[in-house]
C-alpha cells in the first residue's frame, strides 16, 4: 500500500537498491500565513529603523543647536534629512503639487489637514522653508525628541489649559511677525478615513493677529500608509498640494468663519478631486 505522507525517497549505495530512506518534504506554508510573516517582518525592522535612526538624529541635532539658535539649521540639516530618509527607507512616494505657491522668504501661515504622522515627513521633505510647528505639548514631553523640537523653536499648544493655549498662539503671533513661518493643523486631530474634520478657530485668530498670509496645503491619502491608532506601514502614494495664498484684508474676527470656510473649500476640493485654489 502507497504511503500517503510527504516523503522523498532516497537510494543508499549503488549495489542494494532495496535500502532506502525516505527524507520528509518542507511542509507546505499557506500563503495567508507567509504574508502575515511577511508583515510582522516589515512592521518590527521599519519601526526598530525608524526609532534608532531618530535617536541618532537627535544626537546629531543637540550638537547643532550649540551653534543654531534660531532653529534653523536644525530645520534644514537635522529636520529635513531625518524626514526624507525614512520616507524613503519605508518605501513611500509624495508627489507635490504646487510649489509655484511658496515664497521661503515670505513668512506665512501654513494650514493643512492632518491624516497621518507621515504628513509631519512629507511636510519637513517637501515644503521648502523653515517653519515651525504648532503641535499638542504632549509631544514635548517625549525624551530627546521633545527637547530637540524645542531647540528647532517648535510650539506648544495645551489642550488642557486654555490661558497656556492662548499664550502658545500669541508665542505663535509673534514669531509670524518677526518673519518666521508657522504650520498648523487646523483639524487639531488626525482624520481615520481622509475626511476632513471641524476647523478650530485657533489657527484663523493666529493668522489674523499676525497679518501673514494663509497657504493652504492638502494632503490626500496618507491615512492609507499608516492609519490612525496603528503603527503598521503600508507600502505607497500619497499627495501633497500648496495652494495659493490666501491674503487676509478684507477678513477680521467678525466673518472669521467665511476664512475658515474658505480655507475649507479649497482642502475638500483638492481631496475630492476638484483642483481649487
Same mark, same amino acid.
Given at each position: 500500500?502507497?504511503?500517503?505522507?510527504?516523503?522523498?525517497?532516497?537510494?543508499?549505495?549503488?549495489?542494494d537498491?532495496?535500502?532506502?530512506? @525516505?527524507?520528509?518534504?518542507?511542509?507546505?506554508?499557506?500563503?495567508?500565513?507567509? =504574508?502575515?510573516?511577511? !508583515?510582522?517582518? @516589515?512592521?518590527?525592522?521599519?519601526?526598530?529603523?525608524?526609532?534608532?535612526?531618530?535617536?541618532?538624529?537627535?544626537?546629531?541635532?543637540?550638537?547643532?543647536?550649540?551653534? =543654531?539658535?534660531?532653529?534653523?539649521?536644525?530645520?534644514?540639516?537635522?529636520?529635513?534629512?531625518?524626514? *526624507?530618509?525614512?520616507l524613503?527607507?519605508?518605501?513611500?512616494?509624495?508627489?507635490?503639487?504646487?510649489?509655484?505657491?511658496?515664497?521661503?522668504?515670505?513668512?506665512?501661515?501654513?494650514?493643512?489637514?492632518?491624516?497621518?504622522?507621515?504628513?509631519?515627513?512629507?511636510?519637513?521633505?517637501?515644503?521648502?522653508? =523653515?517653519? *515651525?510647528?504648532?503641535?499638542?505639548?504632549?509631544?514635548?514631553? !517625549?525624551?530627546?525628541?521633545?527637547?530637540?523640537?524645542?531647540?528647532?523653536?517648535?510650539?506648544?499648544?495645551?489642550?488642557? =489649559?486654555?490661558?497656556?493655549?492662548i499664550?502658545?498662539?500669541?508665542?505663535?503671533?509673534? *514669531?509670524?511677525?518677526?518673519?518666521?513661518?508657522?504650520?498648523?493643523?487646523?483639524?487639531?486631530? @488626525?482624520?481615520?478615513?481622509?475626511r476632513?474634520?471641524?476647523?478650530?478657530?485657533?489657527?484663523?485668530?493666529?493668522?489674523?493677529?499676525?497679518?501673514?498670509?494663509?497657504?493652504?496645503?492638502?494632503?490626500?491619502?496618507?491615512?492609507? !500608509?499608516?492609519?490612525?491608532?496603528?503603527?503598521?506601514?503600508?507600502?505607497?502614494?500619497?499627495?501633497?498640494?500648496?495652494?495659493?495664498?490666501?491674503?487676509?484684508?478684507?477678513?477680521? *474676527?467678525r466673518?472669521?468663519?467665511?476664512?475658515?470656510? @474658505?480655507?475649507?473649500?479649497?482642502?475638500?476640493?483638492?481631496?475630492?478631486?476638484?483642483?481649487?485654489?
Amino acid at each position: 500500500m502507497r504511503d500517503q505522507g510527504c516523503y522523498a525517497t532516497c537510494s543508499i549505495g549503488q549495489h542494494d537498491s532495496a535500502k532506502s530512506f @525516505r527524507v520528509p518534504e518542507a511542509p507546505y506554508i499557506p500563503e495567508v500565513f507567509q =504574508d502575515t510573516f511577511n !508583515i510582522m517582518v @516589515r512592521f518590527i525592522s521599519l519601526n526598530s529603523f525608524i526609532a534608532i535612526y531618530s535617536i541618532i538624529m537627535c544626537l546629531w541635532v543637540i550638537l547643532l543647536s550649540f551653534f =543654531d539658535r534660531s532653529g534653523r539649521k536644525i530645520h534644514f540639516f537635522g529636520a529635513v534629512p531625518w524626514a *526624507k530618509i525614512i520616507l524613503w527607507v519605508c518605501g513611500i512616494k509624495v508627489r507635490a503639487v504646487g510649489e509655484a505657491n511658496i515664497d521661503p522668504l515670505l513668512p506665512r501661515i501654513y494650514m493643512c489637514n492632518h491624516q497621518s504622522y507621515f504628513d509631519i515627513l512629507a511636510l519637513l521633505a517637501y515644503l521648502p522653508v =523653515d517653519f *515651525k510647528f504648532i503641535m499638542k505639548q504632549e509631544l514635548m514631553k !517625549i525624551p530627546l525628541l521633545g527637547f530637540c523640537m524645542k531647540r528647532a523653536g517648535y510650539i506648544s499648544i495645551s489642550r488642557e =489649559d486654555p490661558r497656556k493655549a492662548i499664550k502658545g498662539m500669541k508665542e505663535a503671533a509673534e *514669531k509670524a511677525r518677526e518673519g518666521i513661518s508657522i504650520l498648523i493643523f487646523p483639524e487639531g486631530t @488626525r482624520s481615520v478615513d481622509g475626511r476632513l474634520q471641524d476647523f478650530k478657530k485657533g489657527g484663523f485668530n493666529l493668522a489674523l493677529k499676525s497679518g501673514c498670509d494663509i497657504v493652504p496645503v492638502t494632503i490626500k491619502n496618507s491615512y492609507r !500608509i499608516v492609519p490612525k491608532g496603528s503603527l503598521r506601514i503600508n507600502r505607497g502614494s500619497f499627495e501633497i498640494h500648496f495652494a495659493r495664498p490666501i491674503p487676509l484684508g478684507s477678513y477680521s *474676527k467678525r466673518n472669521i468663519v467665511e476664512l475658515m470656510e @474658505r480655507v475649507k473649500g479649497v482642502m475638500s476640493g483638492r481631496i475630492n478631486g476638484e483642483g481649487i485654489g
